[in-house]
Nanobody, 119 residues
C-alpha cells in the first residue's frame, strides 16, 4: 500500500541537531498514521514518536520529549523527525513506519538510517 524510505542520518556531536526525512510512495499517504522507531545495538526496537493522519496530534517517548519533533507534509508525502539536544544514548538505527489508523500494528517499514551521536 505504501513504501517509505528514510534519509538524513549521520554522525553528530552531543548537544547537536539532526533532521531525518521519510519519503513515502503511495496514493493514500494521508490515510496513514506515521511513526519513528529506533534500535540501538543489542537492544530491542523502541517507539520514538508518532503523528496522526492530519498532523494535528503527536506522541513521543518519554526519553525524547522536549527534544524531538515529528511533523508531516501530506502534500509532499513526507514525514520528518527534528532531533535537538542529541545525546550519545540516542545513537541507533532509526526507522520510519506506517500503519492504517484503525490498525494496532505498523505494517510498512523503511530500511533504516544510522544516527551516531559522539560524546
Amino acid at each position: 500500500q505504501v513504501q517509505v524510505v528514510e534519509s538524513g542520518g549521520g554522525l553528530v556531536q552531543a548537544r547537536g541537531s539532526l533532521i531525518l526525512s521519510c519519503a513515502a510512495s503511495g496514493r493514500t499517504f494521508s490515510s496513514y498514521v506515521m511513526g519513528w522507531f529506533r534500535q540501538a545495538p543489542g537492544k530491542e526496537r523502541e517507539f520514538v514518536a508518532a503523528i496522526n493522519r492530519s498532523g494535528g496530534n503527536t506522541y513521543y517517548a518519554d526519553s525524547v520529549k522536549g527534544r524531538f519533533t515529528i511533523s508531516r507534509d501530506n502534500a509532499k508525502n513526507t514525514v520528518y523527525l527534528q532531533m535537538n539536544s542529541l545525546k550519545p544514548e540516542d545513537t541507533a538505527v532509526y526507522y520510519c513506519a506506517a500503519r492504517q489508523h484503525l490498525s494496532a500494528q505498523y505494517d510498512y517499514w523503511g530500511q533504516g538510517t544510522q544516527v551516531t551521536v559522539s560524546s
